[in-house]
């Protein structure tokens, strides 16, 4: 199994509460994403990183702020959550172009 | 952004029959993967494949790229291989986008 590791892995917070998720990977990777998936709507791209300190948005990146200042971390932050983003966030790594993406275990986020 | 489309949404089988899943995407892609989701919600990565065919045990996967599908076969289909299946063009950037998937059931 790839070496990646969400954090929490369960969480209920209250609309309007700041709220971070961490990915950790052991594998030195050079990529890494963050994905939620709601029913009806696969698996949609937040953010994503092609290196320290260099980030990008994906199709849904309203609401959401990353920050990668280590190769292995990188760290999903909701300023102000709201239950439109009650979701599953899943954290994804790949070594480099052209390699297989691998995901994390995900975090099952409810916001009340 | 590209668009990606996978048929059937649905489909059931009884353990030991073949089937086809299909993806079909809107732009020119770098490369393609396929990716299992268990019922207990991991992600597993199937296939790796730009073009051409690969197999692995009972699955294989072919890409065309030139006319933008992606086939992947399961061939005599068992209980654990229920789930959901995704494909995933990746753009320039590596970005990959995925389909709403197809959602396989294996009855015994």
């Known amino acids: 199994d790839a070496g990646i590791t969400q954090s929490p892995r369960h969480k209920v917070t209250e609309t309007g509460t700041p709220v971070t998720l961490r990915c950790h990977q052991t594998?030195?990777?050079?990529?890494m994403y963050w994905y939620r998936q709601d029913p009806g709507h696969g698996l949609r791209l937040i953010h994503y990183?092609?290196?320290?300190?260099?980030?990008d948005k994906g199709e849904v990146s309203d609401g959401y702020s990353v920050s990668r200042s280590k190769t292995e971390d990188f760290l999903l932050t909701l300023e102000s959550a709201t239950s439109s983003q009650t979701s599953v966030y899943f954290c994804?790594?790949?070594?480099?172009?052209?390699?297989?993406?691998?995901f994390g275990n995900g975090t099952r986020l409810t916001v009340t | 952004g590209i668009q990606v489309e996978q048929s059937p949404p649905d489909l059931i089988l009884q353990e030991g029959a073949n089937s086809t899943l299909r993806c079909n995407f809107s732009?020119?892609?770098?490369?393609l993967q396929w990716f299992h989701q268990n019922p207990w919600g991991q992600l597993i990565n199937l296939f790796y494949?730009?073009?051409g065919t690969k197999q692995n045990g009972r699955l294989s996967a072919t890409t065309v790229a030139t006319e933008r599908y992606s086939l992947l076969y399961i061939s005599s289909s068992q209980t654990t291989d229920s789930g959901v299946y995704f494909c995933?063009?990746?753009?320039?950037?590596?970005?990959?986008?995925f389909g709403e998937g197809t959602q396989l059931t294996v009855n015994p």
């Open positions: 994804a790594i790949k070594e480099g172009y052209g390699s297989p993406l691998h």
């Open positions: 594998e030195n990777h050079r990529y």
């Open positions: 990183s092609y290196g320290v300190k260099d980030t």
């Open positions: 732009d020119s892609v770098n490369n």
């Open positions: 494949i730009p073009s």
């Open positions: 995933a063009p990746e753009t320039s950037g590596s970005r990959l986008t």
